[in-house]
């Protein structure tokens, strides 16, 4: 059964019978045959077919969902037996941000093949919001808020933003000493994200956001990086990117006394039953281990 159950697994995830019949070993018409067997077993549809492409239903999603936390639970069975006897080994898929996923992961990594030579890693940096089900990765890195899912979620640590400039732009521009100076600054602004165009100060009437503005927005974090580098502007930026640049005296952080810095978490994430694989749950302890200290902190 549990062969069946891959196999729609696999055709789910492909998108088609004949993407997961590559991957099986078999004809497309024998894996259409297979998923076939399961309706009829089940006595409910699973798959929407047209020429086009294929769909669950609402019953194959939940059935979808199923076999996999059930597959995960195997291999995590299967795996905790073998590592027994065995150094742990196999295929990880990494996801994260470009922050993190340039500043923090891609550097650890090395030390985490040297303790475990047996795991290879795949690591995709990207600010996209992966399907970690659909897409098959093992963990990924997420910033902020998680929305309510079905995906486990362990908590790394916090990150915080920060006021920076280059010291050539400081020298060209002169020094903010109070956030009604940056009204006569450029500022880089995430484009994409409408709040962050307002910075938000203490003030002793509260929080105070002020709307900032500048020549050039993106909705990238790392060009308006490169951007504030190269001493065009002042931006808000995380720590994970900016604590680099700040240690080595090629930026510099402003007006720290009156910022609010936020608070924002960090989740390492997987699908159901994942987290219990050896080498996934390996990975997931290296994580707290490397980075529970936050390592990025500019107050540190």
Request: charged residues 20%; contains cysteine.
């Amino acid at each position: 059964m549990s062969n069946d159950m891959n196999a729609f697994v696999r055709v789910v995830e492909k998108g088609s019978f004949a993407a997961a019949a590559q991957d099986l070993a078999l004809t497309p018409s024998a894996v259409s045959k297979i998923v076939t067997r399961i309706e009829q077993r089940l006595g409910v549809q699973l798959l929407t077919r047209t020429t086009r492409r294929l769909a669950l239903t609402a019953e194959g999603d939940t059935y979808f969902r199923r076999c996999q936390e059930i597959l995960a639970a195997i291999e995590a069975a299967e795996a905790e037996v073998a590592s027994s006897s065995a150094r742990l080994q196999g295929h990880i898929r990494v996801n994260a941000g470009t922050a993190i996923g340039r500043y923090q992961i891609a550097r650890m990594l090395p030390d985490f093949t040297a303790r475990h030579p047996g795991i290879t890693v795949e690591l995709g940096v990207t600010d996209r919001l992966v399907d970690l089900i659909a897409e098959n990765v093992d963990v990924a890195i997420r910033t902020g808020t998680l929305p309510d899912s079905s995906l486990v979620a362990r908590k790394i640590g916090e990150a915080r933003r920060a006021i920076c400039a280059s010291p050539r732009y400081l020298e060209r521009r002169g020094t903010p000493f109070s956030p009604a100076d940056l009204l006569h600054h450029n500022c880089l602004l995430i484009s994409n994200v409408a709040h962050l165009a307002r910075w938000p100060f203490h003030t002793p009437e509260g929080i105070n956001n002020l709307a900032v503005r500048g020549d050039i927005t993106s909705d990238s974090g790392d060009a308006l990086l490169d951007l504030a580098l190269g001493g065009h502007g002042i931006m808000r930026a995380l720590e994970l990117p900016a604590a680099h640049y700040v240690r080595r005296g090629e930026l510099v952080v402003l007006l720290a006394d009156v910022h609010v810095s936020e608070a924002i978490p960090i989740w390492a994430v997987t699908p159901p039953g994942r987290n219990r694989v050896p080498r996934v749950r390996a990975f997931l302890d290296f994580l707290v281990e490397t980075l529970g200290g936050e390592p990025w902190r500019l107050d540190g």
